[in-house]
């Protein structure tokens, strides 16, 4: 029994071996290798959904705590790679003299209008220096995107950020307190 099992074994590997060697052969036809990349999911043609679907409204809170009357820095990080930061002492919340405070960004994805959505609570936070918004548009699926600051009366003003990458999608903005604003293509 033993035998036959060893048998079957070496008949298994000297098929493997054979059928490597001449797949690698000079002889042996190539397949195809090419990657399909306009059917990869990631479709920058198509604006009726983002190119990568992180289930939008995304959330990012965090806690920051007045330590000896001074207010600590931080950021909050989104999954879709916006960042929201604040240097040491720079917010000014609307009780300054609470110990702590849960700043909240949310991100929505407006598919009718193919837009990010950036809200800030709680309202009435102020920062001093600017607090420093890093946007991702990546989920658009556009090359290029307009920033729109949304007024109260829900208006749309359009705005000129701080910085703009093409290359990484991504635009920079500081802001001296929480608004809404909107991200999209013009």
Same mark, same amino acid.
């Given at each position: 029994? *033993? ?40 479709? +920058? ?10 289930? +939008?409204? *995304? ?58 959505? *950036? ?15 890093? *946007? ?51």
């Amino acid at each position: 029994m *033993i035998l036959l099992r060893l048998t079957v074994i070496n008949l298994v590997l000297l098929f493997s071996i054979n059928f490597f060697i001449l797949s690698c052969s000079d002889s042996a036809p190539l397949e195809n290798t090419t990657a399909d990349i306009t059917n990869s999911g990631n479709n +920058y043609n198509d604006l009726s959904k983002p190119a990568v679907d992180y289930s +939008y409204p *995304i959330w990012g809170k965090r806690n920051f705590y007045n330590k000896r009357g001074t207010w600590e820095g931080g950021s909050i990080q989104l999954s879709n790679g916006s960042k929201f930061t604040i240097e040491r002492g720079a917010m000014i919340p609307p009780h300054p003299k609470a110990s702590s405070y849960y700043l909240t960004v949310r991100a929505d994805y407006d598919s009718l209008n193919n837009q990010i959505i *950036i809200s800030f609570t709680p309202h009435g936070v102020v920062f001093n220096p600017p607090a420093r918004l890093d *946007i991702d548009w990546t989920d658009l699926g556009v090359d290029v995107a307009s920033l729109y600051y949304i007024d109260e009366n829900g208006n749309y003003i359009l705005q000129t950020p701080d910085h703009i990458d093409i290359i990484k999608r991504k635009l920079t903005l500081y802001i001296d307190h929480f608004s809404r604003y909107a991200i999209g293509y013009e």
